[in-house]
């Protein structure tokens, strides 16, 4: 009997070692899946994706939304020890947040946990018109559009710039977001940005210039930018500009009749339209339109402040993108015979 006792302990130790082996095993199994879970990269084949996360959201909602696009197959327990042992449960922050290829889960809960939010960018294109722009902001779903139901008066009082006019008074420039940003809070960097941008360029302008005020700069280089995107003839036109205003001589520059004539500019100018007087047609009118007729970028803003020196009075389009310069009527008009009516001699 007391044999039988010793081998039913013996079996029982057995049994209890098979059992402890069995769950050390299974427990270092879990750690290192749990460990290979947290350094490999989520199935991410192509940049550009992002994951929300809501107000309140909870593991479980981020892990059904990885999952449901196939980038992890990991069960939520996985994803919340992780966070407990980054000392980030708790903290992950609401937002967008970008899937990149070779991310980690540990790399994600760290942006989550950090508020490193996904930044996205929205570009002000130089020339572009007032008009443009909101076009441009009210086609961006990742932004919030509190401007919608405003009118151009109505933005411009919520910038705080009641009564002025907007065109031409936005820069040109990469201004970045986050997701549920609102088009506003664009609009009023980008005419923080212009304004100290002016503010800034004004002092140093070039001596003499026919220009009473930075808004009047303003018009100018919105001219220049509409005239020429290169970069070596803008300060030469704007120089054109400048001598034609000094001698008062009309300026007689196509894009501002083009806006002064709206919506009715069909993609040509008949003489009828240069001969219709409206407060942009400078083929009629000495001196600058009343406004901007785009948004000029620093360069053209540059180049109105600090024209290049010289006699020229003329330019006429190459029609590669380029201009022929003359000084005199006479050589204008031969060059307007040669690269406009083809008759070159």
């Not at 899946?33 to 994951?51: E, H, K, N, V, Y």
């Not at 992950?92 to 994600?108: F, I, K, N, S, V």
């Not at 001969?275 to 000495?286: G, L, S």
């Not at 009527?329 to 015979?337: I, Q």
Request: net charge positive; aromatic share 8%.
């Amino acid at each position: 009997m007391r044999s039988m006792k010793v081998r039913g302990i013996a079996l029982w130790r057995v049994i209890l070692l098979a059992v402890l082996l069995a769950l050390i095993a299974t427990g270092s199994w879990l750690w290192f899946d749990w460990a290979r879970f947290a350094r490999t990269p989520l199935a991410i084949p192509t940049a550009g994706q992002s994951i929300d996360v809501a107000r309140g959201a909870s593991f479980k909602d981020i892990v059904r939304d990885l999952r449901n696009r196939k980038a992890s197959r990991a069960s939520p327990l996985y994803w919340r020890l992780l966070a407990m042992q980054m000392h980030a449960s708790g903290r992950l922050h609401a937002g967008e947040y970008a899937l990149r290829p070779g991310m980690t889960p540990r790399d994600l809960i760290g942006d989550m946990a950090s508020g490193k939010v996904m930044q996205r960018n929205f570009t002000i294109v130089d020339g572009w018109t007032f008009a443009d722009l909101r076009r441009a902001l009210a086609s961006v779903d990742t932004l919030t559009h509190d401007t919608a139901s405003m009118d151009d008066a109505g933005i411009m009082k919520q910038l705080g710039a009641e009564g002025d006019n907007p065109e031409g008074r936005f820069l040109p420039e990469t201004y970045a977001y986050v997701k549920g940003d609102t088009d506003s809070s664009i609009l009023k960097r980008a005419y923080v940005a212009m304004t100290k941008t002016l503010d800034a360029a004004w002092p140093g302008r070039a001596q003499g210039l026919p220009l009473a005020s930075p808004y009047e700069a303003l018009i100018l280089a919105s001219i220049v930018e509409k005239e020429t995107g290169r970069a070596d003839e803008r300060p030469r036109i704007a120089g054109v500009f400048v001598r034609r205003l000094q001698q008062r001589i009309l300026l007689q520059t196509d894009p501002t009749v083009i806006y002064g004539m709206g919506a009715a500019y069909a993609g040509n100018i008949h003489k009828s339209d240069l001969t219709t007087d409206t407060p942009y047609n400078t083929y009629m009118r000495v001196g600058l339109p009343p406004t901007p007729i785009a948004l000029p970028g620093r360069a053209a803003i540059q180049a109105a402040l600090h024209p290049a020196e010289g006699k020229e009075l003329y330019f006429v389009a190459r029609g590669d993108g380029s201009h022929v310069f003359s000084s005199t009527l006479e050589e204008h008009n031969r060059a307007v015979a040669c690269y406009q009516l083809k008759r070159c001699q």
